[in-house]
T-cell receptor, first 107, second 116 residues
Framework: DAKTTQPTSMDCAEGRAANLPCNHSTISGNEYVYWYRQIHSQGPQYIIHGLKNNETNEMASLIITEDRKSSTLILPHATLRDTAVYYCIVSRSKLIFGTGTLLAVQP | DTEVTQTPKHLVMGMTNKKSLKCEQHMGHRAMYWYKQKAKKPPELMFVYSYEKLSINESVPSRFSPECPNSSLLNLHLHALQPEDSALYLC???????????????FGQGTRLTVV
């Protein structure tokens, strides 16, 4: 499975969009990009996944570059409850977590 | 029901004890997973079951023994653990699509294990 690189931490103001980047330059053609988050002391929570096209659901949007070497998770209106570690995972089958980005939403 | 239920929530065990962690889901998922998470670290994959058969063992020591008695249940049997095995143990399940492809995985809240 391809490795991913994410910033260690990010801040975002409440009500603003949070844009979380992920680099996955060694992604192969059949690997998907998954995003999960883990709020303190809870199990990870699935957010969204995609292969080539941009995806949107009720939680977030996923923007994947045309060459698929990077992606961005967008939380359109961040709230304090979105403070969590966000994991970008590139995989065909196994979900292997990297170190993730700690997103702190500030009031 | 979109829950993965893990019991117990907390467990303290001695190094000579034998204990089991339990995980249950009723979503009809045919893939189930065990992860181990140390403080301030990401979850580490331990085992994957597909259609009740062990498909992946990430070189986990034999003092951890998984078992999948049916499609809804996953156990992790613990024996002769060390203090460094203290961690949050997470169970997850997901639908199993064709060619082993993964999709949305649902995680339980974990069992916080302390080995003394």
């Amino acid at each position: 499975d391809a490795k991913t690189t994410q910033p260690t931490s990010m801040d975002c103001a409440e009500g603003r969009a949070a844009n979380l980047p992920c680099n996955h330059s060694t992604i192969s053609g059949n690997e998907y990009v998954y995003w999960y988050r883990q709020i303190h002391s809870q199990g990870p929570q699935y957010i969204i996944h995609g292969l080539k096209n941009n995806e949107t659901n009720e939680m977030a949007s996923l923007i994947i570059t045309e060459d698929r070497k990077s992606s961005t998770l967008i939380l359109p209106h961040a709230t304090l409850r979105d403070t969590a570690v966000y994991y970008c995972i590139v995989s065909r089958s196994k979900l292997i977590f990297g170190t993730g980005t700690l997103l702190a939403v500030q009031p | 029901d979109t829950e993965v239920t893990q019991t117990p929530k907390h467990l303290v065990m001695g190094m000579t004890n034998k204990k089991s962690l339990k995980c249950e889901q009723h979503m009809g998922h045919r893939a189930m997973y065990w992860y181990k998470q140390k403080a301030k670290k990401p979850p580490e994959l331990m085992f994957v079951y597909s259609y009740e058969k062990l498909s992946i063992n990430e070189s986990v020591p034999s003092r951890f023994s998984p078992e999948c008695p049916n499609s809804s249940l996953l156990n992790l049997h613990l024996h002769a653990l060390q203090p460094e095995d203290s961690a949050l143990y997470l169970c997850a399940s997901s639908p199993l699509l064709s060619q082993g492809m993964n999709t949305e995985a649902f995680f339980g809240q974990g069992t916080r294990l302390t080995v003394v």
